[in-house]
């Protein structure tokens, strides 16, 4: 190894460390401690290694609710948070006037406290013996009738969660696709309106593809986003999500360890390594999409 490596890899060497020390060794932990039977956190012992960890994490009903919730919940919102930020970045980029403002107003919601904007939305969906929230209102001003969303029936609590991982992602969205469409060539726009091209079309054939690796990023770090969701569903039904039916994948470890049924960590392990898994399949599928539909 000449001067010039070895110096590239005592640079690389800090990063090395602190990842194999913060990243590496703890999933190599987790793993063992999901084939480790009976653990005992207190004794540090166990009576036996296998499978039943995941034999009955993949049988107990309130994993099965988790693992339903997390993907409805990467189905919905990442596909319409992605195309609503698109299409608010496009808006955007036309205009000139106070294009700042409207900037600064999307992006607002980034920097706010993700519990805070979780009490206002608990505010306008919930039904309480004084006030029906202002949802509510504005249903019944059309003539339908009140729903209670987050104490009231499954579909209407996933709608609010949904609704609310929506908001709370889509300002980061808009600002790194606003900074994308930023980057286009006025170039490729001004050589297709010789040509008489239409605007659909230039969307379609330059602008799509121009930001392509952006959306794509967006794409990955929604799905890993929102399979790794708890602290929305938290800030909207409070802390024993299992008895709301609206508890996630990390929601679910975190019971495990901590709360009203903790003290089993190979348990939260096995469901740990299901949700990696699950997550590394979905990554893996989407860098084949790339490929093929990336442009570079």
Same mark, same amino acid.
């Given at each position: 190894?000449?001067?010039?490596?070895?110096?590239?890899?005592?640079?690389?060497?800090?990063?090395?460390?602190?990842?194999?020390?913060?990243?590496?060794?703890?999933?190599?932990?987790?793993?063992?401690?999901?084939?480790?039977?009976?653990?005992?956190?207190?004794?540090?012992?166990?009576?036996?290694?296998?499978?039943?960890?995941?034999?009955?994490?993949?049988?107990?009903?309130?994993?099965?609710?988790?693992?339903?919730?997390?993907?409805?919940?990467?189905?919905?919102?990442?596909?319409?948070?992605?195309?609503? #930020?698109?299409?608010?970045?496009?808006?955007?980029?036309?205009?000139?006037?106070?294009?700042?403002?409207?900037?600064?107003?999307?992006?607002?919601?980034?920097?706010?406290?993700?519990? #805070?904007?979780?009490?206002?939305?608990?505010?306008?969906?919930?039904?309480?013996?004084?006030?029906?929230?202002?949802?509510?209102?504005?249903?019944?001003?059309?003539?339908?009738? #009140?729903?209670?969303?987050?104490?009231?029936?499954?579909?209407?609590?996933?709608?609010?969660?949904?609704?609310?991982?929506?908001?709370?992602?889509?300002?980061?969205?808009?600002?790194?696709?606003?900074?994308?469409?930023?980057?286009?060539?006025?170039?490729?726009?001004?050589?297709?309106?010789?040509?008489?091209?239409?605007?659909?079309?230039?969307?379609?054939?330059?602008?799509?593809?121009?930001?392509?690796?952006?959306?794509?990023?967006?794409?990955?770090?929604?799905?890993?986003?929102?399979?790794?969701?708890?602290?929305? #569903?938290?800030?909207?039904?409070?802390?024993?999500?299992?008895?709301?039916?609206?508890?996630?994948?990390?929601?679910?470890?975190?019971?495990?360890?901590?709360?009203?049924?903790?003290?089993?960590?190979?348990?939260?392990?096995?469901?740990?390594?299901?949700?990696?898994?699950?997550?590394?399949?979905?990554?893996?599928?989407?860098?084949?999409?790339?490929?093929?539909?990336?442009?570079?």
């Amino acid at each position: 190894m000449d001067n010039k490596n070895m110096k590239g890899w005592l640079y690389l060497l800090p990063a090395i460390l602190f990842l194999g020390a913060f990243m590496v060794y703890p999933l190599i932990d987790v793993l063992i401690y999901s084939f480790e039977e009976g653990y005992n956190s207190a004794s540090q012992t166990f009576f036996g290694v296998g499978t039943y960890n995941y034999r009955y994490i993949l049988h107990d009903p309130y994993f099965l609710q988790a693992v339903k919730n997390t993907f409805i919940l990467v189905a919905i919102t990442v596909p319409l948070s992605t195309i609503l #930020a698109l299409v608010i970045s496009v808006a955007l980029s036309s205009i000139k006037a106070l294009r700042k403002l409207f900037q600064t107003v999307y992006f607002l919601p980034y920097v706010t406290n993700t519990l #805070a904007v979780g009490l206002v939305f608990m505010i306008l969906f919930k039904k309480t013996a004084y006030t029906d929230g202002m949802v509510n209102l504005l249903i019944k001003l059309f003539g339908g009738t #009140a729903v209670d969303f987050i104490d009231g029936p499954y579909w209407a609590k996933m709608l609010v969660l949904c609704l609310y991982t929506i908001w709370v992602v889509m300002p980061f969205k808009i600002l790194v696709l606003t900074s994308a469409l930023a980057s286009v060539k006025q170039d490729y726009y001004n050589a297709a309106r010789i040509d008489g091209t239409s605007r659909w079309r230039m969307f379609t054939r330059i602008t799509l593809p121009m930001i392509s690796p952006m959306l794509f990023y967006l794409v990955i770090t929604g799905f890993i986003g929102a399979f790794k969701a708890y602290s929305d #569903a938290v800030a909207l039904f409070g802390v024993n999500l299992n008895a709301a039916q609206m508890n996630t994948i990390v929601g679910y470890v975190y019971d495990m360890l901590y709360g009203d049924s903790g003290g089993f960590p190979s348990y939260a392990s096995a469901a740990a390594i299901v949700l990696f898994l699950i997550v590394l399949t979905i990554t893996c599928i989407n860098l084949l999409i790339r490929r093929k539909h990336v442009y570079h």
